[in-house]
Structure formats: C-alpha cells, structure tokens
C-alpha cells in the first residue's frame, strides 16, 4: 500500500493513482484543480494549461471533497494535510502556499522531517535541526 493522503476536516483520500488532489483558487479568485507528486521533496505538479499562477503569488488550497479551506493553523502560508504512512502510522503534512517556494514538513511521533531548499524559512520547526 502506498502512503494515502487525507484531508484533515472530512478525512476523505486526497490521492488518485501517482497524484494527490487539490482544488486550487489564485489571487484573480480563478479555480482548477492542481495535482501534486505524493513523493516528500518532489515538486512535480500538473494543472490545465490555461489556469495560471506566478511565481511568489499565495494559493488558496481546498479539499476536493469536502471543500474545506486548507490553511495550516500553525502560519497562514502553509497547507495541512494527513499522510498515512505504508506501516499506517499517522503524519502531520505541511507545504508552502507560496508558488514556487519549495518546501515541506512531515511531522510524526519520529520526529520532523524538511525538505526543499526554502524549508528553513519557518522558525515554527526550528527544534528538529
């Protein structure tokens, strides 16, 4: 089994074959929906052509089921999702909203795990270096 992403509100499966869904809304308020690699530090993405975003500009993420905003409550520039892991253990998931800042946190019992050359922007991680 490979790991099964969650939205932390209805917990429904965000993943779909090798991509993890999300409706998405850019600052022009325009809709899509935006699919990401499930793989941590792999920022391998796939949306319409025509649904467009720059560089730097902060996305709004939903659940595609429920529909629920995704904001982390920890920082405002974050996306919190649930992974559950191959040996079913629960992980906090969280990514940058920004375009193009790579970066994300997994968050288990284990420990706090970062990735992406942008991931030691946010001090609330700070005390797993």
Do not use: W
């Not at 530090?41 to 089921?65: A, L, M, V, W």
């Not at 992974?83 to 968050?107: K, P, T, V």
């Amino acid at each position: 089994m490979d790991n099964q992403y969650l939205c932390p509100h209805c917990r429904g499966h965000l993943r779909v074959g090798d991509c993890i869904v999300f409706k998405i809304r850019n600052t022009k308020r325009e809709k899509g929906l935006l699919l990401l690699h499930p793989e941590a530090g792999n920022y391998t993405s796939i949306k319409h052509p025509q649904f467009n975003f720059q560089e730097g500009e902060r996305i709004d993420f939903f659940c595609p089921i429920c529909l629920q905003n995704l904001d982390a409550a920890i920082d405002e520039n974050l996306v919190h999702v649930i992974m559950i892991d191959e040996q079913r253990n629960e992980h906090e998931i969280y990514f940058s909203r920004i375009a193009g800042e790579l970066r994300n946190y997994q968050l288990s019992e284990e420990g706090i795990t970062k990735t992406g050359e942008y991931s030691h922007m946010y001090t609330h991680f700070e005390m797993s270096d």
